[in-house]
C-alpha cells in the first residue's frame, strides 16, 4: 500500500509542477481566475491522494483475507 500512495505522491507533485509550467498557455482560457489558485490545487491534490489510497487499500484489504496455505498452494 505505501508504494501506491508514494506513486500517488509523486503524481501530484509532477503534475502540480506541470501545471505551474504550462500555465502561460492556458491564461486565454482563464475567464478572471487565478493560474495559481492554491484552493483549486489543494481540491484537486486531495480528491487525486483520496482516490490513490482508495486504489491502494481496496487490494490490500482483500490481499489480508486470503489464507496464506491456500495462496502457497495455488502456485
Known sequence: MGDGIRFTL???LIGAAAALLA???FRPLLFDQSLT???VFGAVAGVLLAVGVAASALPALR???VDPNIAL???
Do not use: F, H, N, Y
Open 63 to 65: 490481499a489480508t483475507r
Open 73 to 75: 498452494r495455488a502456485d
Open 23 to 25: 500555465g502561460r498557455w
Open 37 to 39: 489558485d492554491p484552493l
Open 10 to 12: 509523486a503524481g501530484i
